[in-house]
């Protein structure tokens, strides 16, 4: 299957900070990718559309200010967290299309964000 | 009501024994079926993939979909303990490329 990379896998800030993570399809160029959020035990939550050279597509709730989505080249997504709070710890997934199929989906390793 | 609801468990079953894995979904919209399983502090891997109804098997794992009941299963036979994971289901409809998921089973295998 593709395969898709995330950096850093871990990360600890401090509240009020900025944390950037980056999304690669390693093998496959991705047009779009799929950013996630998985809080303890529960379900991922879709949080928005990554698109190569547009603008991403929030869910409703999800402040697009505070979630800073740049989909820079077919295998690069970044999601920056800005100001981060406690409350923006969590579980980060991104996805992207094998390109056969946008419904077959492939999921990065995650990244775990504590924020102090 | 949640649009995929899925047991969250525990399931707790012995090695060998087969397990069945269920969702249910409201919106009739859904075309596209999958099941992740994910493993604790990983990103979740794809096992199966099936379009409409019908079933797909691959290996021990059996994917069936049952539209007109709106109720997918996943079947595992021969279960192992390295099976013990949360399996998630996920769904999409034709035109949406973002998967809707279930909440996840975790699926315990006991050697």
């Known amino acids: 299957g593709a395969v898709v990379s995330q950096h850093p896998s871990w990360v600890i800030c401090k509240s009020g900070t900025s944390v950037k993570i980056e999304c690669r399809s390693l093998?496959?160029?991705?047009?779009?990718m799929f950013w996630y959020r998985q809080f303890p035990k529960q379900s991922l939550m879709l949080m928005a559309t990554?698109?190569?050279?547009?603008?991403?597509?929030?869910e409703q709730g999800v402040e697009k200010d505070k979630f800073l989505i740049n989909h820079a080249s077919l295998t690069l997504s970044t999601l920056t967290v800005t100001s981060a709070h406690p409350e923006d710890s969590s579980f980060y997934i991104c996805?992207?299309?094998?390109?056969?199929?946008?419904?077959?989906?492939?999921f990065g390793p995650g990244t775990r964000l504590t924020v102090l | 009501q949640k649009e995929v609801e899925q047991d969250p468990g525990p399931l707790s079953v012995p090695e060998g024994a087969i397990v069945s894995l269920n969702c249910t979904y409201s919106?009739?919209?859904?075309?596209?079926f999958m099941w992740y399983r994910q493993y604790s502090r990983k990103g979740p891997e794809l096992l199966m993939y099936?379009?409409?109804?019908g079933n797909k098997e691959d290996g021990r794992f059996t994917a069936q979909v049952d539209k007109s009941s709106k109720y997918i299963s996943l079947f595992i036979r021969d279960s192992q303990p390295s099976d013990s994971a949360t399996y998630l289901c996920?769904?999409?409809?034709?035109?949406?490329?973002?998967?809707?998921f279930g909440s996840g089973t975790r699926l315990q295998v006991q050697p």
């Open positions: 990554s698109n190569e050279g547009s603008k991403a597509t929030y």
């Open positions: 093998d496959f160029q991705a047009t779009t």
């Open positions: 099936t379009y409409s109804s």
């Open positions: 996805s992207a299309p094998s390109g056969y199929s946008y419904n077959e989906q492939f």
């Open positions: 919106n009739s919209a859904f075309q596209y």
């Open positions: 996920a769904m999409s409809a034709t035109g949406r490329r973002a998967l809707t």
